[in-house]
């Protein structure tokens, strides 16, 4: 089996503000294989972007348990924290402004996160350069962003999040303002840096396309991973994720036609286990019919 870079167990984390506290997120698992291209999908305040700030060592889990390439999240001091931000992770986020500094070229902009990182100077200028060209920025490296457009802005902090070399690139929105001939460059581009560096990819999203690029999506729902769809498959099939601790969430669609009231009864059937709403269980005498249905 795959090397596992991100996993999380029972992750929690709890907002305080004042006297009230929100769960964003109440016990999340989630195994992401080093090399795999992860959309993270589900409804505005599902915890998506608590669960990325955590990852990018942004924010600090209430409680469960979160590594990424062997680091365990749950301990670091602020020292290490800033140490795994440098080493571990890139971001690129929606808002280009967020990515490059505008006062900068580009090849400046890639510079920054080596110097910050220690990389030795000899060998800065010739990795910008190298990471601009991979993106396609080659004859760009001495515009500043004001000169760009929104497509190339968008590569530009691609170089920027890959300078410092992470195994894992945090996204958050990365084509939501571009149009979508845009998007989908910057998306074939994310790919084949996925291909050449075996970068493993995680990103948020609420566009269709860009969740059916990567190789599997995950919706989060309340705080937890619900359901997944593996694009891989020549099927591509929804189904849910059974947690380590046997929850699930059972998709919006089915609950709305099924009348489960808060509880039901779990049989096992041999090779399958079925639900059943509470009083409907077909008994073994009944023939298998359930008790609304049995005829004398
Ligand atoms: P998503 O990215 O899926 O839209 P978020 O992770 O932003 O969801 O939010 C999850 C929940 O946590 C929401 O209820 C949101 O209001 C709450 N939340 C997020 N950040 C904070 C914060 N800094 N303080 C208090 N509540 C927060």
Redesign the pocket.
Known sequence: MSEILVETHNLV?I???AD?E????QGLDLRVPRGEMLA?V????????????ILGGLDAPSAGRCEVAGVDLTRLSAKERLLYRRRIVGHVWQQTSRNLLSDLTLLDNVIVPMVLAGYPTSKRKRRATQLLELVGLGPRIHHKPERLSGGEQQRGALAVALANEPPLLLADEPTGELDSVTAREVLALLRRLNHELGLTTIV?THDHMVAEAMDRSVA?RD?RTSTEVVHADEEAEETVIIDGVGRLQIPKAILEQVPFKGRAVVHFAGDHVELWPVGTLPSPASGGVPPNQVRR
């Open positions: 984390r907002y305080k503000a009230l929100v769960v964003a997120l993270l589900g409804p505005s305040g599902a915890g998506k972007s608590t669960l990325l700030n948020v989060i705080g």
